[in-house]
Each structure stands twice: as structure tokens, then as C-alpha cells.
């Protein structure tokens, strides 16, 4: 790759990074959490704002977009954040999936009545992250970089509702509060996002990453490093194959995640077998702890 494709990828692949770097750590939290399809309920639901936008006639690029997105996905936090915060038997996984259902539906509507609905569908989905540019990509690592030192702060807070929301209510913690919080500040980096990546492969740096590191480790930290790492390196590697033999960049990206997970899986085995292996001998490698006993 010469040095003229480099600069002009250059913006995309920092852009990339980025985003790998927050939501590999977000991803930690809603596996354990349990509500995998909170991220493609959020971003539909930015996606559904920036619709009705562009039906209205904003110009798709304009700032209006943002900040109508980004108004739907707070109220999308305000629902989530409330159901969770009932005693209710419907499950909060089917409240995201209703939501998710409702919100695509209404995305084809509005965009129905918007030309070019093609093409802001196929956006919305897959994205044009090549397209972006680096007073965006600054921005981003700013509002970025902001709540990932919020997060760090009330990171035990976080951590400890994720783990097991029932206890922390039982000793007193306002567990619909911090919810809120972390639903709503989700939303922001979600629609950040989703405005540059596209809602697949937002999903994807999200929940991917978090899936690798379980393969192999039960500790947070660990986990936590490992889908920081494969974020990298699946970013360069799907920036290379799109230019490479010249494919979408966000779908690419999207399949090298599938690629690279399956390979990780095939050698979790192999892997398992050497850490049993270098155990000291005559002694038995433990189960895995739980999620509870780990915090």
C-alpha cells in the first residue's frame, strides 16, 4: 500500500480505532448484562430520528441529523432504563426487540417518502466510514474520550449493576438512576457512531470483541484487553481487503469480524490444551469463576 492510499485511508483507520476502543469496553457490559440487541435497538432508533430528518428535508449531512437522532435514542435510554427498573415479566430483551422491530419499520416508512431512500438505507446500514474526515474524527475521539472518563469514574457503579442488578437494588443502590445514565450515555457514543460506521458494523465493534475475549478469559481486564486488540487488528485488516480488491469498506469489516472470531474459536482448543498443559502437575485447572465471584 503506497503512502497516497495511506493519508487518504488514514482519517478512516483512526476513525476505526476509536470506535474499537469505547465499544469493546461497552461490549463488556452488555454481554453482562444480557441485552445483546441493545445496540441495534439504539441505533435503529438513532437511525429513525435521522429519517423523519431527512423526510422533513434536512440535508443528510447536516447537523440537524445528529442531534434528531440524537434525541431518539435518549428517549430509546429513558424506556430502556425504565424497564429494567420494573418487576415486570415481560423481559427486557423482548422490550429491545419490539423496539428494534418498531423502529425499522419506521425508518422504510419515513424513508419511503424521502428520494434517494436506497441509498440512505444502504448507509444506514453498512455506513461510508471512508468518507469521514478529521475534524470528525476529532470531535468523536473527544466525545469519546469525556465518557470513557465518566465510565471510569462510575466504573464500579457500572460494573456492579451489569453484574447483578438485583443486588445492588437490594442494598440500596438507585439502579433505574444509573441505568439512565448508562443507557443515555451509550446513546451518544451509539449515534456518534452509527452517523460514521453504519448500524452493522456499530453492532459488530460492539459485541464481536466482547465475544473473543470470553473464549478466553473469565477476568474483566483480560477480556477487555483481548477486544481491544482484535478491534485493532480486525479494523487494519478489513481496511486492507476493502482496498485491496476494491469492496464496501463497512461490510468488510462486518465479514473479517466473522472471519476472525471462527479462527479464534477453532484455536480456543488448542489454546485451552496448552494452559492445561503448562499447569503445574498434579494439579487440576479450576472452573471457571462466575461473573459475581469475579467482581
Avoid at 436506497?118 to 466525545?143: C, F, K, S
Amino acid at each position: 500500500m503506497d503512502w497516497t492510499i495511506f493519508q487518504f485511508l488514514a482519517p478512516a483507520i483512526v476513525a476505526s480505532l476509536i470506535i474499537a476502543g469505547i465499544h469493546a469496553y461497552l461490549g463488556l457490559h452488555v454481554v453482562e448484562r444480557g441485552v445483546i440487541f441493545v445496540d441495534l435497538s439504539l441505533a435503529q432508533i438513532a437511525s429513525l430520528g435521522a429519517a423523519i430528518a431527512v423526510w422533513q428535508g434536512y440535508d443528510p449531512h447536516s447537523s440537524a441529523i445528529y442531534w434528531m437522532s440524537l434525541i431518539f435514542t435518549l428517549i430509546g435510554a429513558v424506556i430502556f432504563a425504565v424497564v429494567k427498573g420494573q418487576r415486570a415479566r415481560i423481559p427486557q430483551e423482548a422490550i429491545i426487540g419490539i423496539s428494534y422491530a418498531v423502529a425499522s419499520a419506521a425508518v422504510i416508512l419515513a424513508l419511503s417518502k424521502a428520494t434517494g431512500e436506497a441509498e440512505h438505507l444502504r448507509d444506514m446500514l453498512v455506513g461510508n466510514i471512508l468518507a469521514v474526515q478529521w475534524p470528525e474524527v476529532w470531535l468523536t475521539g473527544a466525545i469519546y474520550l469525556f465518557i470513557g472518563v465518566c465510565h471510569y469514574v462510575c466504573r464500579k457503579r457500572f460494573l456492579e449493576i451489569s453484574i447483578d442488578a438485583q443486588a445492588a437494588a437490594a442494598r440500596g443502590v438507585p439502579v433505574r438512576l444509573w441505568d439512565f445514565f448508562f443507557y443515555a450515555s451509550f446513546g451518544f457514543v451509539v449515534t456518534r457512531s452509527v452517523a460514521i460506521a453504519g448500524v452493522l458494523l456499530v453492532f459488530c465493534y460492539l459485541i464481536v470483541p466482547s465475544v473473543a475475549g470470553m473464549l478466553f478469559s473469565e477476568r474483566i481486564g483480560a477480556r477487555l484487553a483481548i477486544g481491544w486488540v482484535m478491534g485493532t487488528v480486525v479494523s487494519m485488516l478489513g481496511m486492507y481487503f476493502s482496498v485491496q480488491f476494491d469492496l464496501p469498506t463497512g461490510a468488510t469489516i462486518v465479514c473479517t469480524f466473522g472471519l476472525v472470531l471462527i479462527a479464534m474459536a477453532a484455536a480456543r482448543p488448542l489454546f485451552r490444551r496448552s494452559v492445561s498443559a503448562a499447569s503445574p502437575a498434579g494439579r487440576q485447572v479450576t472452573a471457571p469463576q462466575s461473573s459475581a465471584s469475579r467482581a
